[in-house]
């Protein structure tokens, strides 16, 4: 007799973190829907946080219980695949490789948030953003643990099919309507009314992800520690060099290139810039007073006055849109704010893009 062991929480909670994973996954590598590719990452977070509480109050099958996480089993379950019996509502493979899976996203999700800290001061670890700490590392960690939930997941799915066609179990189908033979005779408690349960869990999940992407502003993104107010601290150089274009923060290249800009005013990218000597002054003094804060976007020496966009970085970086958009959408290459919303407070980041 088929048991319905698995309510449609359990299945909208298990569902839900697979898609997660997986559309974040895939957006891993397009820098400019970072924030997706956090949204995604986030509600994987929200996901397991509402897992973990489900261990204690769901159904026998979705219950922390219904593991087996015995290392014997495991090896038994290996050794005589076909004729293993579970002592478990779930096997020893399938187990500990949801117990993995569930900590790897956990560890991804918050390596992820800290990289976002410290590389672009967003989120609640911006703070980290002011300390010297090594980005790569925290990158490569945030990738190994990426690519080690990628790899449990494949061998996850790779063990459910195994179940299916070569044991002929139900497992797949269970997936979906929940049910499956149980060897056992003790009785197995039922969830059988909990569409109402899931469909708030699923509801409140969507929201939580509309939110996250509405409002950028949200603590997991904002990252007002990496914003400067010129106005305060440079009001000269801000004043001044405002008259033409736009602000162009200190920040944005090295103090060597700003110097050569500085000193070199009277033929200012073909215009003459030239100021009277006092108000240089000044403004040298708050470049260099300014100097050495940290940049993770810094365009480092350009030579003799070159433009930011003529660099192989900056090229590099915006290569999704080549000059033909620039024409078509009458935006100058030069006119960063356009795109970078906080351009002149000296931010740039893939959550402050318009
Ligand atoms: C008289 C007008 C004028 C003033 C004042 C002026 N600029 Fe410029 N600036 C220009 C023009 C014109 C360009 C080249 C066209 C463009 O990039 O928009 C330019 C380009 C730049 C660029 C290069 C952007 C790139 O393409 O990489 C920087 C940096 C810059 N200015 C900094 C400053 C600073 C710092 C000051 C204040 C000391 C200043 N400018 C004052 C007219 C001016
Ligand atoms: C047409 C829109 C647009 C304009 C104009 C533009 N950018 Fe960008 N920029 C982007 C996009 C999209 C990205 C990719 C997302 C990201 O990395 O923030 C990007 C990325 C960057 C990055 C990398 C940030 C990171 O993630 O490490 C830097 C630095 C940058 N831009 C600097 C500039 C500067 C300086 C200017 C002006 C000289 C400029 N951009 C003009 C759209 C633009």
């Given at each position: 007799m088929k048991t319905l062991l698995f309510s449609y929480t359990t299945r909208i909670l298990h569902f839900l973190f697979a898609c997660f994973v997986l559309l974040a996954y895939l957006l891993s590598d397009t820098n400019s829907l970072l924030w997706l590719h956090s949204l995604f990452g986030i509600c994987v977070l929200l996901i397991v946080g509402l897992r973990i509480f489900w261990f204690f109050v769901s159904e026998d099958g979705a219950k922390?219980?219904?593991?087996?996480?015995k290392l014997s089993s495991l090896k038994n379950y290996v050794t005589n695949y076909f004729s293993f019996k579970n002592?478990?509502?779930?096997n020893p493979a399938a187990s500990y490789s949801a117990i993995l899976m569930w900590i790897l996203a956990v560890l991804v999700s918050f390596v992820g948030l800290i990289l976002i800290g410290a590389k672009y001061?967003?989120?609640?670890?911006?703070?980290?953003?002011?300390l010297d700490i090594d980005k790569h590392l925290i990158k490569e960690a945030h990738e190994l643990f990426g690519n080690l939930l990628i790899l449990v997941a494949f061998f996850h799915v790779a063990g459910v099919l195994g179940d299916n066609?070569?044991?002929?179990?139900d497992i797949a189908k269970a997936m979906f309507n929940g049910e499956m033979k149980v060897a056992q005779d003790k009785k197995i408690s039922t969830f059988k009314n909990s569409s109402l349960i899931a469909f708030i869990v699923l509801s409140l999940t969507v929201l939580f992800g509309f939110y996250l992407g509405m409002v950028k502003t949200n603590i997991f993104f904002n990252?007002?520690?990496?914003?400067?107010?010129y106005k305060l601290l440079a009001p000269t150089m801000v004043g001044e060099c405002k008259e033409c274009h736009l602000f162009y923060p200190?920040?944005?290249?090295s103090l060597e290139t700003q110097m050569n800009i500085l000193n070199d005013l009277p033929n200012h990218f073909g215009t003459d810039a030239s100021l009277d000597n006092e108000t240089l002054v000044k403004i040298i003094n708050e470049t260099k007073k300014l100097a050495p804060q940290k940049s993770p976007f810094r365009f480092e020496d350009l030579a003799n006055?070159?433009?930011?966009?003529?660099t192989n970085r900056w090229k590099h970086l915006h290569e999704e849109f080549d000059d033909g958009w620039f024409m078509e959408n009458k935006?100058?290459?030069?006119?960063?704010?356009?795109?970078?919303?906080n351009f002149e407070d000296g931010s740039i980041n893939p959550f402050e893009l318009k």
């Amino acid at each position: 007799m088929k048991t319905l062991l698995f309510s449609y929480t359990t299945r909208i909670l298990h569902f839900l973190f697979a898609c997660f994973v997986l559309l974040a996954y895939l957006l891993s590598d397009t820098n400019s829907l970072l924030w997706l590719h956090s949204l995604f990452g986030i509600c994987v977070l929200l996901i397991v946080g509402l897992r973990i509480f489900w261990f204690f109050v769901s159904e026998d099958g979705a219950k922390i219980s219904s593991f087996d996480l015995k290392l014997s089993s495991l090896k038994n379950y290996v050794t005589n695949y076909f004729s293993f019996k579970n002592e478990k509502i779930r096997n020893p493979a399938a187990s500990y490789s949801a117990i993995l899976m569930w900590i790897l996203a956990v560890l991804v999700s918050f390596v992820g948030l800290i990289l976002i800290g410290a590389k672009y001061g967003s989120g609640i670890f911006g703070y980290l953003f002011l300390l010297d700490i090594d980005k790569h590392l925290i990158k490569e960690a945030h990738e190994l643990f990426g690519n080690l939930l990628i790899l449990v997941a494949f061998f996850h799915v790779a063990g459910v099919l195994g179940d299916n066609f070569l044991k002929r179990s139900d497992i797949a189908k269970a997936m979906f309507n929940g049910e499956m033979k149980v060897a056992q005779d003790k009785k197995i408690s039922t969830f059988k009314n909990s569409s109402l349960i899931a469909f708030i869990v699923l509801s409140l999940t969507v929201l939580f992800g509309f939110y996250l992407g509405m409002v950028k502003t949200n603590i997991f993104f904002n990252s007002e520690i990496s914003h400067q107010n010129y106005k305060l601290l440079a009001p000269t150089m801000v004043g001044e060099c405002k008259e033409c274009h736009l602000f162009y923060p200190p920040n944005v290249t090295s103090l060597e290139t700003q110097m050569n800009i500085l000193n070199d005013l009277p033929n200012h990218f073909g215009t003459d810039a030239s100021l009277d000597n006092e108000t240089l002054v000044k403004i040298i003094n708050e470049t260099k007073k300014l100097a050495p804060q940290k940049s993770p976007f810094r365009f480092e020496d350009l030579a003799n006055s070159e433009s930011i966009v003529k660099t192989n970085r900056w090229k590099h970086l915006h290569e999704e849109f080549d000059d033909g958009w620039f024409m078509e959408n009458k935006v100058k290459k030069t006119n960063c704010k356009a795109c970078h919303i906080n351009f002149e407070d000296g931010s740039i980041n893939p959550f402050e893009l318009k």
